[in-house]
């Protein structure tokens, strides 16, 4: 029973964030169509690297979804830096999970996470420019189908406001909670089992400096994890005795060097490229939670972990709102039940019509 209240204390702490980091993802998704990210990423160049990392920074795209996006990218013409830093960018952070960064850990780790994440995807753009030169002729790039099945977004020249909004709350409660509820819930249940089973001492053992951070990329490294679902997780851990600066590194290589984008990565752009890629990724997120740790120790600053918090009463309207986030994941697996299955996309998007 201790696990269910755990489990739930921390929907209910999460949930108002969680929907409201949705919905901005969402609108986000209206005022940032696909064909404008790929105009301003088709030129090379370290101002294309940083176009990639500024705009992939808030896009509402998960560590699968990204991938046909930004093999769309490529194919437009960007470099292999800037379409490795919007690679980078885009699910190492979002509107959504640093929301849930806020609530869960703290306003520190909502600011320090968006800001390590567009270091990491500059450095790693810059990085792979560096070391996989190439000449900008016109490539064919082979399209990979994903696991998000994500499509272009379609022209919206004469569409009204309440139109875009109803779509924004489409998308965001429809195609972004689809896309990540599966791992939403495991990050979920895994901090709920890491809070109430592993002891404070358990990652003691490891300290608070380098080793730490290396053990981390060692798990962070394989997963497929988006940036809401380690959200949690990374929480879990710091309750475990995990220092700051490990959880952050933690966070930044999980979403970022799943096997699936590393998969995508040696295909399209090369065993060069990748090994740039994860080079400008794991290192920029170890230098970032040494630093981050100096400053906690520096400054004084404490952990404000709100998923540790028990034996509080939460407001109603808390709890109508972790009642909706859970109807809302729900319905991503028993909607297919109930009838003719629609697919996700069709949800979302205007359907195409035919003579």
């Not at 169509?33 to 090379?44: C, G, M, R, T």
């Not at 470099?79 to 919007?86: E, I, L, N, P, Q």
């Not at 997780?233 to 952050?248: C, K, Q, R, T, Y």
């Amino acid at each position: 029973m201790n696990l269910v209240s755990i489990f739930w204390n921390l929907v209910i702490e999460s949930a108002p964030w969680l929907l409201i980091g949705y919905l901005l993802a969402g609108i986000i998704k209206q005022v940032i169509p696909n064909s404008w990210v790929e105009k301003q990423l088709a030129k090379p160049g370290f101002v294309s690297v940083l176009k990639g990392a500024l705009i992939g920074a808030p896009m509402p795209l998960c560590s699968c979804g990204v991938i046909p996006t930004a093999l769309a990218v490529r194919k437009a013409g960007a470099s292999k830096g800037a379409t490795s830093s919007f690679l980078v960018a885009t699910p190492e952070t979002g509107v959504d999970s640093i929301a849930f960064s806020y609530a869960v850990l703290g306003p520190i780790f909502a600011i320090a996470r968006p800001i390590s994440a567009l270091l990491s995807a500059v450095i790693a753009g810059v990085l792979v420019n560096s070391l996989d030169k190439e000449s900008f002729e016109e490539e064919t790039v082979t399209e990979t189908s994903s696991c998000c099945h994500s499509k272009p977004a379609v022209g919206v020249e004469n569409i009204s406001l309440s139109q875009k909004l109803i779509d924004a709350a489409k998308y965001g409660y429809g195609r972004m909670i689809s896309d990540t509820a599966k791992w939403l819930v495991i990050g979920l249940v895994a901090a709920t089992i890491i809070t109430a089973v592993v002891p404070q001492s358990f990652f003691l053992r490891w300290g608070d400096g380098l080793l730490s951070m290396i053990i981390m990329v060692l798990i962070g490294l394989p997963m497929y994890i988006c940036a809401t679902a380690s959200t949690p997780v990374a929480a879990g851990l710091l309750f475990a005795g995990v220092s700051p600066g490990a959880a952050l590194v933690f966070m930044l290589t999980g979403p970022a060097t799943n096997i699936a984008t590393m998969g995508v990565i040696k295909e399209q752009l090369g065993s060069r490229s990748l090994i740039a890629y994860l080079i400008g990724v794991i290192a920029t997120a170890v230098i970032c939670g040494l630093m981050l740790n100096e400053f906690y120790a520096t400054f004084g600053w404490s952990l404000q972990l709100s998923m540790m918090e028990h034996g509080e009463s939460h407001p109603l309207w808390r709890q109508l709102a972790a009642v909706l986030l859970a109807a809302l994941v729900a319905r991503v697996w028993v909607q297919p039940l109930l009838g003719p299955k629609v697919a996700t996309d069709e949800s979302t998007e205007k359907p195409e019509l035919t003579a």
